[in-house]
Every structure is written in structure tokens, then in C-alpha cells.
């Protein structure tokens, strides 16, 4: 059987134990321990959806209908909070020309989850657990790290949407303070409806995309924005007039929609689907379904995107806050101080942006607007906790109980929120999503790299490893979108103006290049630049004895518990001990 350039390459001069081929890559991370293989990993969900069958059907809905849930949990992520503070800035600042940069972010989203689902139906594993193999423990910890930053930073972003939206809600009866805390409520209601099984729980996350596109369109109807500037600034990859503003605008749309840990979310979620691994064609039709679903959940969320974005464009781009303070005088809504009598251009947040709907549109349309920002952060709370309980198994083979986990975090994420909700005012909570979404902008190449780096390899994917095209088009990817994002951060730090904090930056980003770069090379390996891989990775002799021993504790396992040879003397196992399964070709 012919092997592609990056296998020959990893497998050239590589050593033979007991009658298995051990590639130069697998030496990346030790084996894994006995007693870590004694019992496999298993998945969140404890129950397994079947798969209907069909008889030489080419599409069923049926079968998509069964697949569906996973891209639909996993499209949450592009309705957080932040997401949607980020649409109505867009808006605000842009009117309707950067709904380009929203459509093509959504693109390049679609396509790197393609690559997380393929790499969890094919593996049976997720990115952390895959991470966790294949990386030596000093990277390992510091990428746990990376995520657990930025789930903690995105759980964040929740809470505060959470509290504003009870505010508004409440006509301020309910401080911002008193909507932090009443979010801990969350864990409960997470617990509660985990209990119930998985497809309802799907179900309900699907009840909560539809109150955000009802609340979302209920406001894009009332403002009834320019269908022609709208498609044109959709299609038409141009910005007529824009400045530093709008730039900085469009780099915070893509950090904003793609979402780091929801790369690792959704690797882990097509688990939960009872997929033969060990058959081929079950394989590739479960990816062509989960592809067709993520497809289909993205341009939901897209279309809901695009609601914000054209409200904001229609009703309030070139704003100034004179104007808005007067119309809010006139119709008698509360919190016309957060515009002062001035003739700057009007900046808005999820918190101001509810305040002058309801200044030009009406009482309802401030309540619709806070129910819709409810919505989202409710659900991006339960998938973010879904993240994290991933993350937490896969890099550190931690199984805490799912009220430890989810108390933990949200704990860590209510702490710095109250703090700001207590002693500051409502401007600098919203504040902190810019500072956030840097914080997640910062780690998205600690889950683009690796997801690339693993898909690319035939050894982790067998035959369903990334073709040219895809190895070349996915490192176009992802670099664009990490120099988009370092360009977000240096605008950021830039616009601090202080010293000691450009100094601190400096030492942070000379630890965070080499990090990343160390992540690159192996990726660059992956992908085929055997220059690159110059000998460092060879197995050493203690190595190779602790591998021998670890082959040897694992022969009373069955076949489909460890790497072995195939028919034609192909390797499939992607390193020693690693539990994989097969198919029969």
C-alpha cells in the first residue's frame, strides 16, 4: 500500500519492537502508562445515540437527523456574549461593510471544525485526549493552561451577559452585582437538565438558538434594514472610507467567532454518536453528515450574526451620543446618562445597545433584545462547562463529578466579574470583554496547531489524514487567522500607554513565541518538512527498553487495544501502547 510523503519521511530509519514500526513522530511523548491504558477513555456522554440504517442511500435525513446535535451544541460558541458585543459594534462603527469579514470568519470556522469532528469520529478520541498522547508532559500542562484560560475567560464573557441581561430585564431593579451571583444558578440548572439524557439536552440548546433568532429577528424586522447594503456589504470584500477604527474592528470580529476551546468541544462531542470505527464506510459517512450539520448549525448562527450586525448598521451607524441622548429624553428611558450632550459618535456595548433600542424602538424592543442576551449566555455557559470537562479528562485523566467541575469554574469566572460589578459601573464590566476576547484571541494557536498537526498525520488518521490541498489551505488558515488575532493584541497593549505594562508584554510574548513555535515545528513536521525533522526525535535506547516493556505488559490486551500491524505490513497504531482501533480493509 502507498504511503504518503509525510508518512515515508516520519517512518525513514525508524526502529522495529516486537514486530511494530514506531515512527520518529511518535517519539513527540512517552508511552502512555499501564495502568492509563487499564481503562480506556470514555465519553462524556454515557449513552451513545444509534445510527440507523440505510440500504446505497447517498443522503438520508434519517441518519443527518440522528447526527444532528453535536454542530448545533458546538455553534454556541459563535453566540456568546462576545460574539454578539462584537456584531453590534460592527454595526455601530462599520454600518454594513465588514458583514463580509463576518461571512468569510464563519467560513474558515466551518472549515477547522470540519477538521476537530473528523479527528474525534476517526480516532474515537478528542484533541486533549490526543494532546495528552502525543505530547511530553511539560507542553501538555502548558497547553491545559492555554484552554483552560480561555474557557475561563469566555466563561467570563457569560456571566457578564447573564448580569446585564437581568438588568435590563429588571429596569435596573437587579444590580449587576446581584445578576453575577443569581448566575451561579447556572450549575443547577446544568446539572438538572444533564440528567435527562442527551438528546433532550440537545433539544434544549436548540430551544435556546431559536429564542435568540426570534428575539435577534424580531429587531431586525422592527428596524428593517437595507436589503441592497446589506448583501453588498455581505459579498463584497471592500471597505469604502474605513479607518484604523474599522480595521481594528474587523480583526475583533475573527477573534470573536473563533473560538479556541470550542475546537476542543467539538472533537468531543461527535463521540456521542455509536459510530463502528473499525468499518470504513461508516466512518466516512459519519463525516460527511457531521460536516452537513455543522453546515447547516453555522449559517444559523451566521444568520443570527447577521441580525445584530444590520440593526446596529441600519439604526445607529454615524449616531452621535447628542442624538441618542435626546431620543431617549423624549420617549422617557431610563439611563440617559451613559450618553453624554456631545457630538462624538456613538459607542456601544450589549449593555448600551439594549438602552437605545428601546430609546428609538420601544420598551419591547429593550426586553427582546435582554431575553435574546440571556439566551446566549445561558447556553454558552453549558457548552463552555462541557469544554472544560473535556480539557480537564483529556490532559490530565481527571474525572471530577460534573458539580466540582462546574462549580470550579464558575467560581473562577464570578470572582474578577463581581469584584468589577461591585466597585465599578457598568462600563468598565462590559470593558473587560475587549481585554477577554484578547485573552482568547491569544490562545487560538494552541488548538489551531494542534488540530492541524494531528489530521495531517496518517498515522493518527489512517486514510482519512489531510490531503495536499487541505494541509496547504489549512496552514493558510491558520496562520492568517493567528497573525489577524496578534494584531488584535498589539492594538491593544499599544493603546494602554504604560511602560511597565510594554515591558511585561515583551517578556510575555518572548515565552508565548517559543511556545508557539515549538508547537509549529512539530506541525511543519507533520505536514511533510522532513528538513525540519532533524534527528532530535530519534528514540533512544531507554526509549526504546521502556517501550519494549510497555509493549509487553499490553499483550494481554486485544488487538483493537494497541497499535499492531495490518494486512501488507501497514502500521495503523499511531504510537506505543496508544489505544487505537482498526479497519479491515
Same mark, same amino acid.
Given at each position: 500500500?502507498?504511503?504518503?510523503?509525510?508518512?515515508?519521511?516520519?517512518?525513514?530509519?525508524?526502529?522495529?519492537?516486537?514486530?511494530?514500526?514506531?515512527?520518529?513522530?511518535?517519539?513527540?511523548?512517552?508511552?502512555?502508562?499501564?495502568?492509563?491504558? =487499564?481503562?480506556?477513555?470514555?465519553?462524556?456522554?454515557?449513552?451513545?445515540?444509534?445510527?440507523?440504517?440505510?440500504?446505497?442511500?447517498?443522503?438520508?435525513?434519517?441518519?443527518?437527523?440522528?447526527?444532528?446535535?453535536?454542530?448545533?451544541?458546538?455553534?454556541?460558541?459563535?453566540?456568546?456574549?462576545?460574539?454578539?458585543?462584537?456584531?453590534?459594534?460592527?454595526?455601530?462603527?462599520?454600518?454594513?461593510?465588514?458583514?463580509?469579514?463576518?461571512?468569510?470568519?464563519?467560513?474558515?470556522?466551518?472549515?477547522?471544525?470540519?477538521?476537530?469532528?473528523?479527528?474525534?469520529?476517526?480516532?474515537?478520541?478528542?484533541?486533549?485526549?490526543?494532546?495528552?498522547?502525543?505530547?511530553?508532559?511539560?507542553?501538555?500542562?502548558?497547553?491545559?493552561?492555554?484552554?483552560?484560560? &480561555?474557557?475561563?475567560?469566555?466563561?467570563?464573557?457569560?456571566?457578564?451577559?447573564?448580569?446585564?441581561?437581568?438588568?435590563?430585564?429588571?429596569?435596573?431593579?437587579?444590580?449587576?452585582?446581584?445578576?453575577?451571583?443569581?448566575?451561579?444558578?447556572?450549575?443547577?440548572?446544568?446539572?438538572?437538565? =444533564?440528567?435527562?439524557?442527551?438528546?433532550?439536552?440537545?433539544?434544549?440548546?436548540?430551544?435556546?438558538? +431559536?429564542?435568540?433568532?426570534?428575539?435577534?429577528?424580531?429587531?431586525?424586522?422592527?428596524?428593517?434594514?437595507?436589503?441592497?447594503?446589506?448583501?453588498?456589504?455581505?459579498?463584497?470584500?471592500?471597505?469604502?472610507?474605513?479607518?484604523?477604527?474599522?480595521?481594528?474592528?474587523?480583526?475583533?470580529?475573527?477573534?470573536a467567532v473563533i473560538m479556541p476551546h470550542n475546537i476542543y468541544l467539538h472533537s468531543a462531542l461527535v463521540k456521542s454518536r455509536d459510530v463502528d470505527r473499525k468499518n470504513k464506510k461508516e466512518v466516512k459517512e459519519a463525516n460527511k453528515y457531521f460536516f452537513i450539520e455543522s453546515a447547516v448549525a453555522l449559517f444559523v448562527s451566521f444568520l443570527i450574526n447577521v441580525f445584530v450586525v444590520a440593526v446596529f448598521a441600519q439604526a445607529f451607524y454615524n449616531k452621535t451620543n447628542m442624538e441618542v441622548n435626546a431620543e431617549c429624553n423624549a420617549t422617557?428611558?431610563?439611563?440617559?446618562?451613559?450618553?453624554?450632550?456631545?457630538?462624538?459618535?456613538?459607542?456601544?456595548?450589549?449593555?448600551?445597545?439594549?438602552?437605545?433600542?428601546?430609546?428609538?424602538?420601544?420598551?419591547?424592543?429593550?426586553?427582546?433584545?435582554?431575553?435574546?442576551?440571556?439566551?446566549?449566555?445561558?447556553?454558552?455557559?453549558?457548552?463552555?462547562?462541557?469544554?472544560?470537562?473535556?480539557?480537564?479528562?483529556?490532559?490530565?485523566?481527571?474525572?471530577?463529578?460534573?458539580?466540582?467541575?462546574?462549580?470550579?469554574?464558575?467560581?473562577?469566572?464570578?470572582?474578577?466579574?463581581?469584584?468589577?460589578?461591585?466597585?465599578? =459601573?457598568?462600563?468598565?464590566? +462590559?470593558?473587560?470583554?475587549?481585554?477577554?476576547?484578547?485573552?482568547?484571541?491569544?490562545?487560538?494557536?494552541?488548538?489551531?496547531?494542534?488540530?492541524?498537526?494531528?489530521?495531517?498525520?496518517?498515522?493518527?488518521m489512517n486514510d482519512f489524514a489531510n490531503g495536499l490541498v487541505w494541509k496547504i489551505s489549512g496552514s493558510i488558515v491558520i496562520l492568517v487567522v493567528c497573525a489577524i488575532n496578534m494584531y488584535f493584541v498589539v492594538v491593544y497593549v499599544t493603546s494602554l500607554n504604560s511602560v511597565l505594562l510594554y515591558v511585561l508584554s515583551a517578556l510575555l510574548s518572548v515565552a508565548y513565541l517559543c511556545f508557539v513555535g515549538y508547537l509549529a515545528w512539530h506541525c511543519l513536521v507533520a505536514l511533510g518538512v522532513s528538513c525540519l525533522d532533524f534527528g532530535s526525535?530519534?528514540?533512544?535506547?531507554?526509549?526504546?527498553? =521502556?517501550? &519494549?516493556? +510497555?509493549?509487553?505488559?499490553?499483550?494481554?490486551?486485544?488487538?483493537?487495544?494497541?497499535?499492531?500491524?495490518?494486512?501488507?505490513?501497514?502500521?495503523?497504531?499511531?504510537?506505543?501502547?496508544?489505544?487505537?482501533?482498526?479497519?479491515?480493509?
Amino acid at each position: 500500500m502507498k504511503e504518503n510523503k509525510t508518512e515515508k519521511s516520519s517512518l525513514k530509519d525508524s526502529p522495529q519492537e516486537n514486530g511494530i514500526q514506531t515512527s520518529q513522530y511518535s517519539a513527540i511523548s512517552p508511552p502512555a502508562s499501564p495502568v492509563a491504558q =487499564d481503562e480506556p477513555f470514555s465519553t462524556y456522554f454515557e449513552e451513545k445515540v444509534p445510527i440507523p440504517e440505510s440500504v446505497n442511500q447517498v443522503f438520508s435525513f434519517r441518519k443527518l437527523w440522528a447526527f444532528t446535535g453535536p454542530g448545533f451544541l458546538m455553534s454556541i460558541a459563535y453566540l456568546d456574549p462576545g460574539n454578539i458585543e462584537s456584531d453590534l459594534q460592527s454595526g455601530a462603527k462599520a454600518g454594513f461593510k465588514l458583514l463580509w469579514v463576518l461571512l468569510g470568519a464563519t467560513i474558515i470556522g466551518l472549515l477547522l471544525q470540519r477538521l476537530a469532528a473528523r479527528l474525534g469520529v476517526v480516532t474515537g478520541m478528542h484533541l486533549a485526549e490526543v494532546c495528552n498522547r502525543q505530547y511530553p508532559t511539560v507542553p501538555r500542562i502548558i497547553l491545559w493552561l492555554m484552554v483552560e484560560l &480561555a474557557i475561563i475567560g469566555s466563561d467570563m464573557q457569560e456571566v457578564i451577559g447573564c448580569a446585564i441581561a437581568l438588568n435590563l430585564l429588571s429596569v435596573g431593579r437587579i444590580p449587576l452585582w446581584a445578576g453575577v451571583l443569581i448566575t451561579i444558578t447556572d450549575t443547577f440548572v446544568f446539572l438538572f437538565l =444533564d440528567k435527562y439524557g442527551l438528546r433532550k439536552l440537545e433539544a434544549f440548546f436548540g430551544f435556546l438558538i +431559536t429564542v435568540m433568532a426570534i428575539s435577534f429577528g424580531y429587531e431586525y424586522v422592527l428596524v428593517k434594514p437595507d436589503q441592497g447594503e446589506l448583501l453588498k456589504g455581505m459579498f463584497v470584500p471592500y471597505c469604502e472610507g474605513c479607518g484604523p477604527l474599522q480595521l481594528e474592528q474587523a480583526v475583533g470580529i475573527v477573534g470573536a467567532v473563533i473560538m479556541p476551546h470550542n475546537i476542543y468541544l467539538h472533537s468531543a462531542l461527535v463521540k456521542s454518536r455509536d459510530v463502528d470505527r473499525k468499518n470504513k464506510k461508516e466512518v466516512k459517512e459519519a463525516n460527511k453528515y457531521f460536516f452537513i450539520e455543522s453546515a447547516v448549525a453555522l449559517f444559523v448562527s451566521f444568520l443570527i450574526n447577521v441580525f445584530v450586525v444590520a440593526v446596529f448598521a441600519q439604526a445607529f451607524y454615524n449616531k452621535t451620543n447628542m442624538e441618542v441622548n435626546a431620543e431617549c429624553n423624549a420617549t422617557g428611558i431610563p439611563h440617559t446618562d451613559l450618553f453624554p450632550l456631545n457630538n462624538e459618535t456613538l459607542e456601544v456595548d450589549i449593555y448600551k445597545g439594549g438602552v437605545v433600542l428601546g430609546c428609538f424602538f420601544g420598551p419591547a424592543a429593550l426586553y427582546i433584545w435582554a431575553i435574546g442576551i440571556l439566551a446566549a449566555g445561558q447556553s454558552s455557559t453549558m457548552t463552555g462547562t462541557y469544554s472544560g470537562q473535556f480539557v480537564m479528562e483529556g490532559f490530565l485523566n481527571l474525572r471530577w463529578s460534573r458539580f466540582a467541575r462546574v462549580l470550579l469554574t464558575r467560581s473562577i469566572a464570578i470572582t474578577p466579574t463581581l469584584l468589577v460589578a461591585i466597585f465599578q =459601573d457598568v462600563q468598565h464590566l +462590559t470593558g473587560m470583554n475587549d481585554f477577554l476576547n484578547v485573552l482568547q484571541s491569544m490562545q487560538l494557536p494552541f488548538a489551531l496547531i494542534p488540530i492541524l498537526t494531528f489530521t495531517s498525520l496518517t498515522s493518527i488518521m489512517n486514510d482519512f489524514a489531510n490531503g495536499l490541498v487541505w494541509k496547504i489551505s489549512g496552514s493558510i488558515v491558520i496562520l492568517v487567522v493567528c497573525a489577524i488575532n496578534m494584531y488584535f493584541v498589539v492594538v491593544y497593549v499599544t493603546s494602554l500607554n504604560s511602560v511597565l505594562l510594554y515591558v511585561l508584554s515583551a517578556l510575555l510574548s518572548v515565552a508565548y513565541l517559543c511556545f508557539v513555535g515549538y508547537l509549529a515545528w512539530h506541525c511543519l513536521v507533520a505536514l511533510g518538512v522532513s528538513c525540519l525533522d532533524f534527528g532530535s526525535r530519534k528514540l533512544s535506547a531507554n526509549h526504546l527498553r =521502556d517501550a &519494549a516493556g +510497555t509493549l509487553s505488559s499490553h499483550r494481554h490486551l486485544p488487538p483493537e487495544r494497541h497499535g499492531h500491524r495490518h494486512a501488507g505490513g501497514e502500521m495503523k497504531g499511531r504510537r506505543l501502547g496508544l489505544q487505537t482501533e482498526a479497519w479491515d480493509h
